[in-house]
């Protein structure tokens, strides 16, 4: 159990709305979320161009996001009192987060890391300096799971500490999120979400969500095989919108191919309908055109969760598309939260 | 107290951004030399290239030789400008010093890597074609030198003086003094060797040349002068105390920031090495140089300098 007993420090949960007006989750992303540095770069630009937009609106304000980040990061620190240490523990300046790990960082105050930065002794953390090692309380992990330590995943890591997850289980270190917190963002769970919600919490899940059919349950993966021209089929485990088929707009050919793939291996995939989603007036080319949009929230959770008042609006700049993601040609927006006028 | 790894990033991407702007005004000043002595002493002008070359060594070694001295001219030109293949060209430090500092930018201000990458993308676009036209290469290469400039100003202005600093100063001191260490090492003994009455004027336009490629002229004639004799420039690119170039301020320099670096109980290696080194300089005068030991010296100084280096990176940077 992972110290403080929580699990994803930083949530962005994948919001869209569909053709009748209905905020939808679309996707849980309990991994390591990216894109926070957007939304505050974005608002920074914003009020540097059109100063005269905020000013008309309560817009309630993002800019505490580091703060917040930092008391979440902190709140789960082993050695509690003393200043404990936060680390960002980034690949390097080859990811293409690395904008992002560099920003938190600088906004946050504390090192950045890289693997090879940290050592293991005595079954607790340290990070090399140049007069000596200090210890490391808290990790803010922007690498994925196989990542983290060689001994115990991938051992062709270089990104990694040899030992992590060693100190990690004996509660010297904290790891944000905590290794393992993927399984509720898998994919597949996502369909038991609603269920899950219920079991555990005894309510009801206070969003839908998209109806998803699991490539693993025999009913599904033929209804997924006759209805592939009708559904969008995901893999598992990937993320940013790699190894997906949009099945309406895919060739015949695309589609045979596609299904060969799956039937090696059903259980790695999932199909959903195509949900139509909404669109905001973009400035293209001089003009203003619908776009599709969906909204990424940042949530945080350490002594208490906290949605921050704004998120992600990323947009399928292309005409007609329905990938937002930004390795896939996507763009973002500033988004506002409006604070309710006084009176 | 920082992490190895940001302080080795600080202490190169230091060195880089100097070695940067010594490449840049070295060539402004050769080329222009070149230009000088061309119609008069072909073999000269050939010398300064060559020289130029020794003092800085990228240039690949399956490189054409030039058979004119034209062609020589611009291979040079171009090749310590903008080749990104070699080692010691502007652009290839001004994209090293770029690279650290996007490793540790997190350990910079804003001013200083705005600076610094706009500087290194207008040089950038620069193509051969255009840099072959003296012109351009030289306002190319004086803007390069300004903007190198403006990062240095950013970095006094806006970094805090921590350990970061501190060791991007270190990399920067270092690299200034090992480089004016190098290029008298290069130069002296051509220099010592010309009989100067044959032709007076060019003589004298070769060790003007020296003093301004180590930015160094107008500091020295306010030293010794306009009159420019051969033993007082060396004394003072070797042991004046005040010069930002001179040997001695140099070394004195690297001494003091890996004195304030290393902490008060121990006396690191490094510190050991460069103080020996800062206490010879501060004693050592006109006899050196009248006794011919010169270049001897300058041997010593390099090989110093080197361990100094070496002590750096295995006690900080752990590499």
Redesign the interface.
């Known amino acids: 159990m992972p110290l403080r007993k929580i699990f994803t420090h930083v949530v962005g949960t994948d919001i869209v709305r569909d053709d009748r007006g209905d905020y939808l989750v679309l996707e849980d992303n309990c991994r390591v979320p990216s894109g926070v540095s957007y939304v505050l770069e974005n608002r920074n630009l914003l009020s540097r161009v059109f100063p005269e937009f905020l000013g008309a609106y309560p817009v309630r304000p993002i800019k505490d996001y580091p703060t917040l980040l930092l008391e979440t990061l902190r709140f789960v620190a082993p050695r509690r009192g003393d200043n404990p240490v936060v680390v960002i523990l980034s690949p ?2 080859h990811n293409s987060a ?1 904008f992002e790990h ?1 920003f938190l ?2 906004e946050m105050g504390v ?4 693997g ?2 940290l050592l293991v002794e005595g079954n607790h953390l340290f ?6 090692k ?1 210890q490391v309380d808290v990790i803010y992990r922007r690498i994925d799971d196989d990542f983290l330590d060689p001994l115990a995943f991938r051992r062709d890591s270089l990104l990694g500490v040899p030992g992590l997850l060693n100190v990690y289980r004996e509660g010297n270190v904290a790891l944000a999120n905590a290794p393992g917190a993927g399984v509720a963002d898998d994919k597949s769970v996502y369909a038991y979400m609603p269920q899950l919600i219920k079991y555990y919490l005894g309510e009801d899940a206070l969003l839908p969500q998209v109806p998803t059919y699991l490539g693993f349950k025999k009913d599904d993966f033929t209804y997924i095989a006759e209805h592939l021209d009708r559904l969008v089929v995901k893999t598992t485990g990937d993320a940013g919108g790699y190894g997906m088929l949009m099945g309406p707009f895919a060739a015949v050919k695309e589609r045979e191919t596609y299904l060969a793939a799956m039937k090696k291996n059903p259980g790695n995939y999932i199909a959903q309908p195509l949900v139509e989603l909404s669109t905001h007036p973009t400035h293209i080319g001089g003009r203003f055109e619908p776009r599709r949009v969906d909204l990424r929230p940042f949530i945080l959770y350490g002594d208490r969760i906290r949605v921050l008042p704004g998120g992600l609006t990323r947009v399928a700049l292309r005409d007609g598309s329905y990938v937002v993601n930004s390795s896939q040609g996507g763009g973002s927006k500033d988004t506002w939260v409006l604070a309710s006028r006084e009176g | 107290m920082i992490l190895s790894r940001v302080a080795d990033g600080l202490y190169w991407m230091g060195r880089y951004v100097e070695r940067a702007e010594n490449a840049a005004r070295l060539l402004l000043v050769t080329e222009e030399l070149s230009t000088e002595v061309l119609g008069l002493d072909e073999a000269l002008a050939r010398e300064e290239w060559r020289d130029l070359r020794a003092v800085f060594p990228g240039f690949p070694t399956d490189e054409m030789p030039a058979r004119t001295l034209t062609g020589l001219a611009a291979a040079s030109l171009v090749g310590l400008a903008i080749d990104p293949a070699n080692r010691y060209s502007v652009l290839y430090s001004l994209k090293k010093a770029r690279d650290n500092a996007r490793s540790v930018r997190e350990a910079l201000t804003l001013e200083v890597f705005v600076n610094l990458n706009e500087t290194y993308r207008e040089l950038e676009v620069q193509n051969r074609r255009q840099l072959a036209d003296p012109a351009t290469f030289r306002s190319a290469l004086t803007s390069t030198q300004r903007g190198i400039m403006s990062t240095v100003g950013a970095i006094e202005h806006t970094l805090t003086r921590d350990a970061g600093w501190l060791f991007l100063k270190l990399g920067e001191s270092f690299e200034r003094v090992f480089r004016t260490a190098v290029i008298l090492r290069t130069k002296l003994p051509a220099l010592v060797a010309t009989e100067p009455k044959i032709d007076l004027p060019l003589f004298y336009s070769q060790w003007r040349s020296l003093l301004r490629g180590l930015s160094s002229l107008e500091n020295y004639r306010k030293a010794f002068g306009a009159r420019l004799e051969p033993i007082d420039v060396l004394q003072f690119l070797l042991f004046d105390p005040q010069t930002p170039r001179s040997v001695r301020y140099g070394v004195t320099a690297v001494k003091e920031y890996l004195d304030r670096i290393s902490s008060a109980s121990e006396l690191s290696q490094s510190v050991r090495i460069v103080g020996k080194l800062a206490a010879e300089l501060s004693y050592q005068g006109h006899d050196l140089i009248r006794e011919g030991q010169s270049l001897s010296f300058l041997d010593h100084v390099l090989t110093e300098l080197g361990r100094t280096h070496d002590a750096v990176s295995a006690v900080y940077f752990g590499t």
């Not at chain 1, 090192?111 to 890289?114: A, D, G, I, S, T």
């Not at chain 1, 990070?127 to 000596?132: A, C, K």
């Open positions: 390097g300046i690395y560099s960082a600088r090192p950045l890391v890289e090879r930065d990070m090399r300096r140049t007069h000596g200090r």
